[in-house]
Structures are given as structure tokens and as C-alpha cells.
């Protein structure tokens, strides 16, 4: 069993599997590592050079042509837009300009009415190739689902490169491709929290995919309230009501 750390996406990341010889497994994982890469400088809003930094930056009158992988891509978040009631909004993303969990400010009810007004994936044009955002200052951000892409898309190439047996785990968002080489699943342990050194649960895995997020990654205290990095695309406030919620499903 190799394990190859690397870092992606402003974490720490790893690749692990089973494999005859640790260089077969440097060069296999090394596969699986560049489709993340490709997947962060394709889709990052830190990049300047990304598809969602040049949809970002164009004109509320130019509609940008978007390659088969990017019209995938929207169309997913447009299921999760509808499914989640309108919770899960890939133009949320631009609430960030309010809230900075450096500096432990709450920023005043008023001062995020101007910035709910560009949020709503509904509101984004598309047609079969392109896209446009028709109001000045709407952003899309891929945040929410990029990182998770990733992990299933390295995965795909890690088996079709004959990998039966490990995982890749993209800072926490894990793709399962197989048991361990003796039919034993993996334990993937859930951080507890409210405790970085513990954790809450352990669960088994044979295939598939988990994912964790909390109130615990990006946060800041102020007046006896936890505000977190979870943000309601609605109010514009941080949700309250889960500490970390896990998800298994067949893909990330």
C-alpha cells in the first residue's frame, strides 16, 4: 500500500493505493494528480486565467462559449440548485466580500442587501455552449463542488489505469475506489467539532464516496454566537443549526 501526499485546492491532499512497486504507484497517482490540476486551473476563481474567472470578468452583454465538460458541470449545480430549494447557489459565493473570518466582524444586515441582489442561479442565462451573468457584479464560484469533481474525476483515471484497491482523499473530500487489497473496507474517522484532536465516528467504506463539512473549518466567535464560513444564499448569514454534517453517497 503506497500513500502520495501532495497539495490542491489550499489543502493537503493524498492519493492511496494498492499497487506491485511504489515507482508503478508514483507514476499511477501521478495521473490521478494532474487531473486535479488541470480541474483547479480549469475552475478556480483564484486563477486569473480560469473559465470562471473569465465569466466573472466579462460584460454583463458578452455571453462566454463553454466547453461539454463546463455545461456538465452547470447543469449539476443546477440540480443541486433546485433540489437544496435554493440553498446550494453557485453565485453565493460573492457574499464573501462581506464576511472575512479573519477579522471577526459581523457585517450590518443593511450593508448585504446590495449583494443578496446578485445572488440567483436562476437568474444566469445560458444556452447550449454559453453563458452570461446579466447583472453587473455576479460572480460564479465553483467552491462548492470543484474539489469533490476533482476527486471522482482522478479516481475514474487511478481505475482505468488499473487501480482496484485505495482512495483519494482531496483535504477531506473522499473517493473511495476500492476495499483494501484483502476485501477489508477503509475507516475513514469524522473529526469531532468541537475538538480538532478527536474524532466522532468512524465509518467503513468499501466504494463510494464521503464528504464532511462543519462549523469548525472557517469560523469566527463573537458575543457567545459561532458564525461559520456555511452561508445561507437567503438571509446571507451563516447557518446555526449543524456542527458537521457527513454525507456517503456512490460519488463525491
Not at 141 to 167: M, P, Q, T, V
Request: charged letters at 25%.
Amino acid at each position: 500500500m503506497y500513500r502520495i501526499g501532495f497539495r490542491a485546492m489550499g489543502g493537503g491532499c493524498e492519493i492511496v493505493l494498492a499497487s506491485a512497486a511504489r515507482k508503478e504507484a508514483k507514476a499511477i497517482a501521478a495521473l490521478g494528480i494532474k487531473e486535479v490540476g488541470r480541474i483547479e486551473r480549469k475552475y478556480s476563481r483564484y486563477l486569473a486565467g480560469s473559465v470562471v474567472s473569465r465569466i466573472n470578468a466579462a460584460s454583463v452583454d458578452d455571453w462566454i462559449e463553454c466547453d461539454e465538460e463546463t455545461c456538465a458541470l452547470f447543469d449539476y449545480a443546477d440540480l443541486l440548485y433546485r433540489s437544496s430549494g435554493g440553498l446550494f447557489d453557485i453565485t453565493s459565493g460573492v457574499l464573501r466580500k462581506a464576511w472575512d473570518f479573519g477579522k471577526a466582524e459581523v457585517p450590518a444586515p443593511e450593508s448585504l442587501f446590495p449583494i443578496l441582489k446578485l445572488i440567483g442561479w436562476n437568474r444566469v442565462e445560458r444556452t447550449v455552449n454559453s453563458v452570461r451573468l446579466p447583472h453587473a457584479g455576479m460572480q460564479l464560484d465553483f467552491g462548492g463542488i470543484g474539489k469533490e469533481y476533482a476527486a471522482d474525476a482522478a479516481a475514474a483515471i487511478l481505475y482505468e489505469n488499473g487501480i482496484r484497491h485505495g482512495y483519494v482523499n482531496l483535504a477531506g473530500d473522499i473517493r473511495v475506489i476500492g476495499p483494501k487489497p484483502g476485501g477489508e473496507p477503509w475507516t475513514i474517522g469524522i473529526q469531532d467539532p468541537r475538538n480538532s484532536e478527536g474524532m466522532i465516528a468512524s465509518i467503513p467504506i468499501f466504494s463510494g464516496a464521503l464528504a464532511t463539512s462543519g462549523d469548525y473549518e472557517r469560523f469566527f466567535e463573537k458575543d457567545g454566537r459561532r458564525y461559520c464560513h456555511i452561508i445561507n444564499p437567503e438571509t446571507g448569514f451563516p447557518v446555526t443549526f449543524w456542527r458537521s454534517v457527513t454525507v456517503l453517497a456512490p460519488h463525491v
